[in-house]
Nanobody, 117 residues
Framework: QVQLVESGGGLVQAGGSLRLSCAAS????????MKWYRQAPGKQRELVAR???????NYADSVKGRFTISRDNAKTTVFLQMNSLKPEDTAVYYC???????????WGQGTQVTVSS
């Protein structure tokens, strides 16, 4: 079992920055593939960024060059640094942990990010 708690969301003007955090507990954090998803009103949830246990990262095309995912295994926390934010980045952002062996996934409760124009 993994428990995930996101924080760091809020209201920011276009062009601004936010840093999301996702604190994990309950299992061997370092082995998990960690992901950030987002869901805007009326839209499907989409994968934003992904980081493996070894630190390899992948990003959605829409956020490449603006967002950075990172992890601190000692603090069992994953981060999403979001720069040059756009109104279309407005969504609820969710943290996700995937066990690479069992493929079980766990979700946080989400944190709202609102970017005003």
């Amino acid at each position: 079992q993994v428990q995930l708690v996101e924080s760091g969301g809020g209201l920011v003007q276009a062009g601004g920055s936010l840093r999301l955090s996702c604190a994990a507990s309950g299992s061997i954090f370092s082995m998990y593939i960690m992901k950030w998803y987002r869901q805007a009103p009326g839209k499907q949830r989409e994968l934003v960024a992904r980081i493996t246990s070894g630190g390899s990262t992948n990003y959605a095309d829409s956020v490449k060059g603006r967002f950075t995912i990172s992890r601190d295994n000692a603090k069992t926390t994953v981060f999403l640094q979001m720069n040059s934010l756009k109104p279309e980045d407005t969504a609820v952002y969710y943290c996700n942990a995937e066990n690479p062996i069992s493929k079980h996934t766990y979700w946080g409760q989400g944190t709202q990010v609102t970017v005003s124009s």
